[in-house]
């Protein structure tokens, strides 16, 4: 059967200052997260992947996500918060904050990893999927499920355009309308890139399919070419590309850089309506986020 070429659709950008931080050796301050968030809230993203409900002992960095959200201001910004979860526990979690307007939960096209990064097989996965969708619908709150080792795994577990295609087309049966075709070891190609979403998007009209891929610097560019020709308008990103998956492998290549992705759209003179200044203040606080034995963070005193 043939598919109709996408139709264009508005851009829908969402920053991952989460995926960037969680893997950080050294554990950043409360304060100076919510500081950063804060700056990124007022740059003009449609989302903020901002934490996550998860369990400490797995991802100690995002122990203080409750904490962090409390000094959010979300005053002034039309930017959504999104918290990713790994259980229905967690996605309660989230779903009681009335900030957060987006709950994330990574399933995996790999049982291997499935079972990795969530301890359990695809099978429940997808029961914790049907629920995640009935508590986000009675909740008010979007389900972006994450598609994980979208693009291919390095543990000889199925692949190809017509397995993730299968198990796209279950989570659309769920009701799931928002899936993100995550690259997480770094492994995506072009052609690849191509098959998936030229694929998926036509396929499945009343889903919005995104990416988020993790990439060495110089293929960044290629990629978003491939995805963007393919219809995809959704796509994730991260302040100096920095950030990755502490579950995949010991050393992975960072997520698509912020600013490779503002640089991509202007190429291509699509309008990308941030604020060049908020931007630059939070690029400047990402120094001190990543790079803390360069810039030491010194929190304002209450007065």
């Known amino acids: 059967m043939e598919h109709s070429r996408p139709t264009s659709?508005?851009?829908?950008?969402?920053?991952?200052?989460?995926?960037?931080?969680?893997?950080?050796p050294h554990q950043v301050p409360?304060?100076?997260k919510a500081a950063y968030l804060n700056a990124l809230l007022q740059v003009g993203f449609d989302t903020l992947d901002f934490g996550s409900f998860v369990s400490p002992q797995a991802v100690p960095q995002m122990a203080d996500t409750a904490e962090v959200l409390a000094q959010l201001d979300l005053s002034g910004t039309h930017t959504r918060l999104l918290a990713i979860v790994a259980n229905l526990r967690g996605a309660e979690t989230a779903c009681s904050f009335p900030q957060v307007s987006v709950v994330g939960y990574p399933f995996s096209l790999s049982e291997t990893f499935q079972q990795r990064n969530t301890?359990?097989?695809?099978?429940?996965?997808?029961?914790?999927?049907?629920?995640?969708?009935?508590?986000?619908?009675?909740?008010?709150?979007?389900?972006?499920?994450?598609?994980s080792m979208a693009f291919g795994n390095p543990y000889g577990d199925p692949w190809s355009v017509d397995w993730a295609a299968e198990w796209a087309?279950?989570?659309?049966?769920?009701?799931?309308?928002?899936?993100?075709?995550?690259?997480?070891?770094?492994?995506?190609?072009r052609e690849t890139i191509s098959a998936l979403f030229g694929n998926l998007i036509p396929r499945f009209p009343d889903v919005t399919f995104g990416a988020h891929f993790h990439a060495h610097p110089s293929q960044r560019i290629p990629m978003l070419e491939a995805a963007w020709d393919a219809g995809c308008r959704r796509f994730d990103t991260a302040l100096k590309g920095y950030g990755g998956c502490p579950f995949a492998q010991d050393e992975l290549t960072g997520n698509i850089a912020t600013e490779t992705l503002l640089s991509f759209l202007e190429s291509r003179h699509q309008p990308a309506t941030l604020n060049p200044a908020a931007l630059y203040s939070a690029q400047l606080l990402a120094q001190q986020v990543f790079e803390p034995n360069q810039i030491h963070y010194v929190p304002e005193e209450n007065t």
Request: net charge negative; charged share 25%; with cysteine.
């Open 30 to 32: 409360a304060a100076l």
């Open 169 to 189: 087309e279950r989570m659309a049966e769920t009701g799931v309308r928002t899936l993100a075709l995550a690259d997480t070891i770094g492994c995506a190609e």
């Open 9 to 24: 659709a508005p851009l829908h950008w969402v920053e991952c200052p989460r995926d960037a931080m969680q893997g950080l």
């Open 119 to 147: 301890r359990r097989s695809m099978a429940d996965s997808m029961e914790l999927v049907r629920d995640l969708y009935l508590l986000c619908a009675d909740q008010g709150k979007e389900l972006v499920v994450y598609l």
